[in-house]
């Protein structure tokens, strides 16, 4: 058995979506119906790097599938509101992709939490330019998924 760590590659990715849409249709979420019995939703997480998502989101317009890219608005490695960072957001959103809230909010009261993600989806809204109609949260704890 081999210690072989296997890195990424676009190549590989390419595949594997080859692969995973001869056997499912590959749809955004808010295509999904209760009726469905098999599809794929794709959704990237951006937790280093807007470049290497922006690339991401070449392979898979060139592959002929829309996927969500989510942006943590606070981020250590990278600053979603930089103006070439918001610039490679748009360029994604044009390739046909969606842009969602990748959002680690603090422990609170679900009240206060739906007013945290809603300030910051407005906050997206606002330097994007377009509308922001999901999100995600980042590594949620038990008591944030328990509210939904």
């Known amino acids: 058995m ?3 760590i296997m890195k990424f ?4 990715y390419r595949n594997i979506i080859k692969l995973i849409q001869q056997f499912l249709p590959i ?10 019995n098999k599809f ?5 997480d951006i937790e280093f ?23 943590q608005l606070r981020n250590n490695t990278y600053n979603a509101l930089s103006e070439k960072n918001i610039k490679l957001i748009h360029y994604i959103k044009s390739l046909g992709h969606c842009i969602a809230l990748h959002q680690n909010p603090p ?7 739906k007013k945290y993600v809603l300030k910051d989806i407005e906050t997206l809204e ?7 109609d999901r999100y995600a949260f980042h590594r949620p704890k038990q008591d944030q998924l328990a509210m939904y």
């Not at 749809?27 to 469905?36: C, E, G, P, S």
């Not at 794929?40 to 990237?44: F, G, K, M, T, W």
């Not at 790097?49 to 969500?68: K, P």
């Open 2 to 4: 081999s210690n072989r």
């Open 9 to 12: 590659s676009y190549n590989e």
């Open 27 to 36: 749809i955004d979420f808010a295509a999904v119906k209760l009726t469905m």
């Open 40 to 44: 794929c939703v794709i959704r990237h």
């Open 49 to 71: 790097s807007i470049d290497r998502a922006a690339r991401l989101a070449e392979v898979e317009n060139d592959l002929g599938i829309s996927t969500t890219y989510t942006v």
């Open 107 to 113: 422990l609170m009261p679900e009240k206060d939490l």
């Open 126 to 132: 606002h330097y994007y330019g377009f509308e922001v």
